[in-house]
């Protein structure tokens, strides 16, 4: 009852189920043609060839007319043109809304059963490194902790310092010396 009212009738509802159909899963697959590549091709033949159902041809075929119509509009017009060629908008504003609905669906499948399953197989796996594990100062010694600290050492200065350590310069090139041109007005 509370899903109909707040699903049934309302827009949010209509815009959900608008946003989940092929059609707008074909538009994104057709904004993807504006790739150099072209993997609107690739959604295409996956869709005729391994379709399983006829919504994936749908959004294969809208999604590749969207993106061969794009095309063609951006020749003749600039300022699509110019939106086209830039980092790809449409997909850096579709796919932070994508991911957590596929999020909320791949948890919706999950039971209480199957967590509870996966509880308890953690829980016996602590249970088991408990029992086998041993007292591994023994195996530590001075030298292997200095040697590991030593390695850590330039990790702990700035990347700056670590790559040009003024300390480690012989002789600067503009410090050089040249006797041949040193004296080269008398006086």
């Not at 919706?108 to 199957?114: E, G, I, L, N, S």
């Not at 292997?144 to 850590?152: D, Q, Y």
């Amino acid at each position: 009852m509370i899903y109909s009212l707040v699903w049934g009738n309302s827009l949010v509802g209509f815009c959900v189920k608008i946003l989940n159909s092929a059609v707008v899963i074909g538009f994104y697959y057709g904004f993807l043609t504006t790739f150099s590549i072209g993997p609107s091709y690739l959604f295409l033949l996956q869709g005729q060839i391994l379709g399983k159902g006829s919504e994936t041809k749908i959004s294969a075929i809208t999604g590749f007319i969207t993106g061969q119509l794009m095309m063609f509009i951006s020749i003749y017009y600039a300022p699509l043109h110019l939106a086209l060629s830039r980092p790809h908008t449409i997909t850096v504003l579709t796919l932070p809304t994508l991911l957590p609905y596929y999020y909320i669906e791949e948890m919706m499948q999950y039971d209480d059963r199957d967590l509870e399953e996966v509880k308890d197989a953690i829980d016996w796996e602590k249970e088991e490194t408990n029992e086998e594990e041993e007292d591994i100062t023994v195996y530590l010694s001075d030298k292997k902790e200095n040697t590991f600290n030593k390695k850590l050492a330039p990790l702990e200065k700035s990347l700056v310092t670590t790559l040009f350590d003024y300390r480690k310069w012989n002789r600067p090139l503009r410090y050089i010396k040249n006797d041949h041109f040193e004296r080269v007005v008398r006086d």
